[in-house]
């Protein structure tokens, strides 16, 4: 990028390589000009049930697995939360699926008690549809999230769960061995939707 002043005149000279894209953002006391990668389009799962409510669908990226299963130990205990399903997505990045139903402010506050992704956690405030998504498939440079094993200790087996999001499980990671649930919502349908990554 070359930047060049004459007199009161500047002038910014930049190619974009491939993906690129720029933004001029223009405030009252000042202006920007950003440039940044194009976002993709990926397909995901949302986290939203059928009823209104959700399940707590967590992203970490860049941690060790440690991390994800201290923040685990502490959101189970402060909002008695059932075992989640780990996830790993490449080195040191995972994704935590708890099929425990909530209202939809009450999973915004159980991530804030996380070290997860931080785009993340606000995902609900960019996305028209005002909740948490993750993918199934392949994404440049990051495999199909791979099961890693069950965290959290086994209890509160009682709290309702989204048989949907069950069922879209035994149906994309047909392997996995699942804990015994008392109560399912009995609940079929579950929202695919496209979100951007970098």
Excluded: W
Excluded at 31 to 49: H, T
Excluded at 61 to 71: F, M, N, Q, W
Excluded at 133 to 144: A, D, I, P, T, Y
Aim: proline letters at 4%.
């Amino acid at each position: 990028m070359e930047i060049t002043k004459k007199g009161n005149e500047i002038t910014i000279k930049k190619i974009l390589k491939r993906g690129e894209n720029y933004k001029v953002q223009k405030g009252s006391k000042s202006e920007s000009v950003f440039f940044f990668k194009k976002p993709r389009l990926m397909k995901g799962y949302s986290n939203s049930c059928e009823d209104g409510k959700g399940i707590p669908l967590i992203d970490y990226d860049g941690v060790s697995e440690r991390v994800v299963l201290e923040d685990y130990s502490v959101i189970q205990k402060r909002f008695k939360l059932l075992q989640a399903y780990l996830f790993k997505t490449k080195e040191n990045n995972f994704h935590v699926v708890c099929l425990q139903k909530f209202e939809h402010p009450e999973i915004f506050e159980i991530l804030k008690h996380t070290r997860c992704d931080q785009n993340y956690a606000t995902m609900p405030t960019r996305n028209i549809y005002r909740n948490y998504v993750l993918r199934l498939s392949n994404k440049k440079g990051s495999k199909k999230p791979k099961f890693v094993k069950m965290i959290g200790k086994e209890q509160y087996r009682g709290n309702e769960i989204s048989s949907a999001h069950l069922n879209l499980l035994k149906s994309a990671f047909p392997k996995i061995k699942h804990p015994k649930y008392y109560e399912e919502d009995g609940l079929k349908k579950i929202s695919l939707q496209e979100y951007e990554t970098s």
